[in-house]
């Protein structure tokens, strides 16, 4: 009988994912790969015909991000989270918007989609953290093939080194990419949105009161930061607008944030499966004498 695959191992513990994934930065920087995501045409028709992004947003975004978090720091439900992922994806198929018959599972396709978080990853740095290094970049990249692994990607699917991984992505963008009705929708200023439905009921209430002054402003904020945090070469295949300005605006935002989130105590700055899997890996490494003794906490 042969034997059963192990399953793939997430990132470890102190690499650079498990540092950026459950930072409160990297949720600035989401919107922007799921732009790029959708700036294909198959998956962009995938998304407009399956997805409820339209109808239940913000209950989309919080299982998305609990999904991502998994892959990252869920341990051995990362994998479970991988094939859940990959059993969901099994029947959504149709036609794109130029008569091409997709499927979500079709290898390049469901590659493009986790690719994508690298380069935004790498691009974002440059404004809300300290650039990372050559050597960092292919850690980050090999990281990034595990959490592929997690997904059911083949490495075959996907350029095994950085050196391949860039005129991979640079065939993409140049073969791929448009701008299609769902990234047109995700960069619009005047795309209806509900008031968020989670949270304190209190915080609801008055959200639901004042939706009408905040959303115009968050929705040109959203733009801003989706358009600003894409990669140059991304936002040009797409065809999304971006002046100096805006460039300049970009920049002294990430200056105020890569000074003041570093500052906040980890129960701000991680989110919460992350926090979580950080104490729980202090934890494990910790004298026994500090974890009895409650004055060493």
């Known amino acids: 009988m042969p034997q059963r695959q192990a399953a793939p191992e997430p990132p470890p513990p102190g690499g650079i994912l498990w540092d950026i994934a459950g930072d409160v930065r990297a949720l600035l920087a989401l919107p922007a790969a799921l732009t790029m ?53 099994k029947t959504i ?41 050559p050597a960092q970049e292919r850690q980050l990249y090999a990281e990034w093939l595990q959490v592929g692994r997690i997904l059911g990607i083949h490495d075959r699917d996907m350029p095994q080194t950085l050196d391949e991984f860039w005129p991979y992505y640079d065939k993409v963008l140049a073969d791929e990419l448009e701008l299609t009705a769902v990234a047109a929708e995700l960069v619009a200023v005047d795309r209806p949105l509900p008031p968020p439905d989670r949270g304190p009921r209190a915080v609801r209430l008055v959200l639901r009161v004042l ?79 500090s974890i009895s003794n409650p004055r060493c906490s």
Do not use: C, K
Not at 38 to 46: K, L, N, Q, S
């Open 211 to 289: 939706w009408p002054l905040v959303l115009p402003p968050l929705a040109r904020f959203r733009r801003f930061l989706t358009i600003g945090l894409m990669p140059p070469d991304a936002r040009q295949a797409i065809g999304l607008p971006w002046t100096t300005t805006q460039e300049r605006r970009l920049r002294r935002f990430g200056r105020a944030v890569r000074t003041v989130v570093p500052l906040l105590p980890e129960r701000l700055r991680y989110l919460p499966l992350a926090r979580e899997a950080r104490r729980r890996e202090r934890r494990r490494y910790a004298p026994r004498s």
């Open 93 to 133: 198929q149709g036609t794109d918007a130029h008569g091409r018959s997709y499927h979500a599972l079709t290898p390049g396709y469901y590659a493009w989609v986790h690719a994508t978080g690298f380069p935004v990853y790498r691009h974002a740095r440059q404004y809300f953290g300290r650039p990372f290094t």
């Open 37 to 89: 995501q959708v700036a294909h045409p198959a998956v962009g028709a995938g998304v407009d015909t399956y997805s409820v992004f339209r109808t239940d947003p913000w209950g989309r975004g919080e299982r998305s991000l609990r999904s991502l978090q998994t892959w990252v720091y869920g341990g051995d439900a990362a994998a479970e989270e991988g094939r859940r992922l990959r059993e969901l994806h």
